[in-house]
T-cell receptor
Framework: QKEVEQDPGPLSVPEGAIVSLNCTYSNSAFQYFMWYRQYSRKGPELLMYTYSSGNKEDGRFTAQVDKSSKYISLFIRDSQPSDSATYLCAMSGNSGGYQKVTFGIGTKLQVIP | NAGVTQTPKFQVLKTGQSMTLQCAQDMNHNSMYWYRQDPGMGLRLIYYSASEGTTDKGEVPNGYNVSRLNKREFSLRLESAAPSQTSVYFC??????????????FGSGTQLSVL
């Protein structure tokens, strides 16, 4: 079983829809939770970063963490064609003195105009 | 701002050939990393350098070597390329060595094919 599970999609939605992207994890040592966005043929870029359980909002994006269920989500409101990308969840926790970052495999999102 | 710069962007090798992937960052970051990204596997850490002068193995180090040339530059070497090393390679950097929240800044990647 992978430490981080993420549905690879693809997920296709109409412009303006609310998008929900999710990851589950098994390692209770994970302390920090991140979402990266990766456009085709580009490197990942940090989109959202959270520490505690609860919600964090940044514009059209909301990151949600439920540590008790080991479940994190990213919501995109009023989705735009420019949001079409692969979204990677990532989590970090101490592993032998090093803050190991573990990535999900990414969910490919397409927003159709 | 250039951020993290990787060269080359594309490379085709024959089995057994060697090559070095170059990475440089201009953000004055302490830590640098090399990842590979494969379909269905996600990003996996090959090697990292927490600070200038140190390097450590990550999750999948076999077949690779690294050099932290200075604070800006971190290279990845394939001594004898194998088809299993066909992948997209990403260099990344982060501000603080040993930080509890590794915010990673990635380069645009090198697509490597080993025939």
């Amino acid at each position: 079983q992978k430490e981080v599970e993420q549905d690879p999609g693809p997920l296709s939605v109409p412009e303006g829809a609310i998008v929900s992207l999710n990851c589950t994890y098994s390692n209770s040592a994970f302390q920090y939770f991140m979402w990266y966005r990766q456009y085709s043929r580009k490197g990942p870029e940090l989109l959202m970063y959270t520490y505690s359980s609860g919600n964090k909002e940044d514009g059209r994006f909301t990151a949600q963490v439920d540590k008790s269920s080991k479940y994190i989500s990213l919501f995109i409101r009023d989705s735009q064609p420019s949001d079409s990308a692969t979204y990677l969840c990532a989590m970090s926790g101490n592993s032998g003195g090093y803050q190991k970052v573990t990535f999900g495999i990414g969910t490919k999102l397409q927003v159709i105009p | 701002n250039a951020g993290v710069t990787q060269t080359p962007k594309f490379q085709v090798l024959k089995t057994g050939q060697s090559m070095t992937l170059q990475c440089a960052q201009d953000m004055n970051h302490n830590s640098m990393y090399w990842y590979r990204q494969d379909p269905g596997m996600g990003l996996r850490l090959i090697y990292y350098s927490a600070s200038e002068g140190t390097t450590d193995k990550g999750e999948v180090p076999n077949g690779y070597n690294v050099s932290r040339l200075n604070k800006r530059e971190f290279s990845l070497r394939l001594e004898s390329a194998a088809p299993s090393q066909t992948s997209v390679y990403f260099c990344a950097s982060s501000p603080q060595a040993g930080a509890t929240n590794e915010k990673l800044f990635f380069g645009s990647g090198t697509q490597l094919s080993v025939l």
